[in-house]
């Protein structure tokens, strides 16, 4: 996967992951804010949320899981797109940048910020390693050239 593909893929599925939280969020804002009442908790500790079942209810519903569906795509490309810069930079002769993203993934799965700001870096300062030629093995000669 070349750099340009990586940076594509990532800044798609972070596109996605984004749209997806919003449409999430504002429509769990609207079932809480139009889809229901609150009354006040039967134990007197704060209030319980008691739904409409109607039209709006099971449209906000759906909208909340089609939007789960789309960050969960979204945070598939950027997991691929990581994949991606992985193979790429494990193909450098140096394999600092490998290292970095391996690294900043890895965190990234227990410090979100961490694999996001490792991919930042790789997308604004990271080698391509499909852009080095690489090393052939030799050739045997062939039966037809050794008779000749």
Avoid at 65 to 78: D, E, H, K, S, T
């Amino acid at each position: 996967m070349t750099k340009s593909t990586v940076t594509k893929t990532w800044i798609a599925g972070l596109v996605m992951f984004a749209v997806g939280l919003v449409v999430a969020g504002l429509s769990v804002a609207l079932m809480v804010a139009y889809g229901g009442t609150f009354s006040a908790a039967a134990d007197g500790s704060g209030y319980d949320f008691v739904p409409r079942y109607d039209g709006f209810f099971a449209s906000m519903v759906s909208l909340i899981v089609v939007g789960g569906i789309a960050a969960a795509i979204g945070g598939l490309l950027q997991l691929a797109a990581w994949i991606g810069s992985l193979v790429n930079t494990y193909r450098l002769p140096d394999k600092t940048w490998f290292a970095v993203m391996l690294a900043g993934g890895v965190l990234g799965f227990f410090f979100g910020l961490l694999g996001f700001a490792a991919m930042v870096a790789y997308v604004i300062a990271g080698p391509d390693g499909m852009a080095l030629p690489q090393a052939q093995a030799p050739t045997r000669p062939s039966a037809l050239a050794a008779t000749s």
